[in-house]
């Protein structure tokens, strides 16, 4: 990877004067050397690298010598994400800004990748998931949220089938096939369950590129999230990939076949992820199938379900992941006959959107009302409040909300937001009408609205 000369004597400096046991530790923007503007505003997120003011950037080195970076923001339970091929902890930006308010996130670089040493040994998956192993030891974590992404998920099957799950408390699955080369033998069933792509190695590339609308590589150029622009532009202008290096990992990497480990090794709460743009759908409803206590969630189009979901959709990801983490473990899926129907826990919340607790529901004979809501493009609610709890769905579009004292929150397609009660507050909808389905948990006769003063400042 070509490094600027500002940026390699920041690392430098830093290396001289740092502790044995951490050989980096600074703010993120004074290990790139430079502050970075988003080119797309959205409320919500950083417009520069400078206002994300908690993220870090560390440096450890493994039994072998090789030494990894890892990015790190907020506090609370450890939530540790593991990249896919050739990605690092800056495609990252936007999901470890949304989710450090809520849980300690880290990301490691892998070997050769981001701001990780580039080396010429150790490129097997099972020497990654041994890193990862390391790095727990490093940052002394007992206990973890582990979210894998695209071969993430590989190094964390090899990490399972090395040390079993102790001390994963709850496993994420990001779109990745149990098996991206077909198997000997193979009946066309159990090449679907696999995810199975090419016959070799030297298929996979064509697979993945195969002008089709949906494949990988289109998916991956359709700059068609602004949020995914941003942080496809940040990580291409601040951590560029190294190709090379990055493609000494390929071959093993999709030579793997990890159905084994996926039967009969997993025995912890896992969310599966994938889209319909994929074509992982079919091996992501096997690994279902087969991992107990699991749960699927499948994005539309729209809701931009393909192998980048997290980053082109990271609001509903964030709030997706965060429902499931939070949801005690008990999110499971009702037998179904076809075994193609799951039950998904949207939202499990205490407080509504703003951080208000929810104290109890009013007295009196319960009339709970179910509502469509639709608001046109651009359109703005007037300052309101809410005498009872509700919860919206959004079905299409997104909304931003900010209550009397400034606190806003974003919301799009496939979240749930918990209204607030009693606390004044407006809506602005984005550039496309927005739809919600919302539920009220009112009396017999109470208002399900009430017009609010706006606030004064």
């Known amino acids: 990877m070509q490094i600027r000369k500002a940026k390699l004597s920041t690392i430098a400096a830093a290396l001289l004067t740092a502790s044995a046991s951490h050989l980096l530790a600074a703010p993120a923007l004074s290990v790139l050397g430079r502050d970075f503007t988003f080119p797309n505003k959205i409320d919500g997120l950083p417009q520069k690298l400078s206002d994300f003011k908690d993220l870090q950037i560390h440096f450890f080195r493994t039994s072998d010598g090789v030494q990894l970076a890892y990015w790190e923001a907020g506090s609370g339970k450890p939530l540790i994400f593991v990249p896919a091929w050739s990605a690092n ?217 393909d192998h980048f979901l997290a980053f082109k959709n990271p609001f509903k990801f964030a709030n997706d992941l965060q429902s499931f983490l939070e949801s005690g ?55 309101h409040s809410h005498p009872m709890p509700s919860f919206a769905y959004v079905l299409s579009g997104e909304i931003t909300v900010q209550d009397d004292t400034g606190n806003k929150k974003h919301f799009a397609a496939g979240e749930v937001m918990p209204e607030a009660v009693h606390t004044a507050h407006r809506g602005i909808v984005g550039d496309a009408p927005a739809t919600f389905i919302v539920f009220y948990a009112g009396t017999k006769g109470m208002p399900l609205s009430q017009p609010a003063g706006r606030p004064v400042r």
């Open 329 to 383: 473990g008990d999110v499971t899926s009702s037998p179904q006959t076809d075994g193609h129907v799951e039950i998904q826990e949207l939202m499990r919340t205490e407080a509504s959107w703003n951080g208000a607790a929810y104290h109890a529901y009013p007295e009196g004979a319960a009339e709970p009302v179910v509502a469509r809501i639709t608001i046109p493009a651009r359109g703005e609610l007037p300052w």
């Open 89 to 305: 902890g800056a495609n990252y930006i936007n999901v470890l800004y949304l989710l450090s308010r809520h849980y300690h996130v880290y990301v490691l670089d892998e070997r050769n990748q981001g701001l990780s040493e580039k080396v010429d040994f150790g490129n097997r998956i099972y020497r990654y998931s041994m890193d990862l192993r390391e790095f727990n030891e490093h940052i002394g974590v007992k206990s973890a949220y582990y979210c894998g992404w695209s071969m993430g998920v590989s190094i964390l099957y090899g990490y399972i089938d090395l040390f079993g799950t102790e001390g994963i408390e709850k496993l994420v699955l990001i779109d990745e096939p149990p098996s991206i080369l077909s198997r000997p033998g193979m009946t066309p069933d159990e090449r679907l369950q696999s995810g199975a792509i090419a016959d070799s190695v030297d298929g996979v590339g064509p697979a993945m590129s195969a002008h089709t609308g949906t494949s990988l590589m289109e998916r991956y150029n359709a700059m068609d999230s602004p949020a995914y622009a941003n942080s496809e532009a940040f990580a291409r202008a601040m951590v560029p990939v190294d190709t090379a290096a990055v493609n000494r990992i390929l071959y093993d990497h999709a030579s793997m076949d990890w159905r084994d480990v996926i039967r009969t090794k997993i025995n912890v709460p896992t969310a599966i992820f994938t889209g319909e743009y994929s074509a992982n759908v079919p091996s992501q409803r096997w690994m279902k199938s087969v991992i107990p206590n699991s749960t699927l969630y499948i994005y539309s189009k729209a809701e931009q379900g």
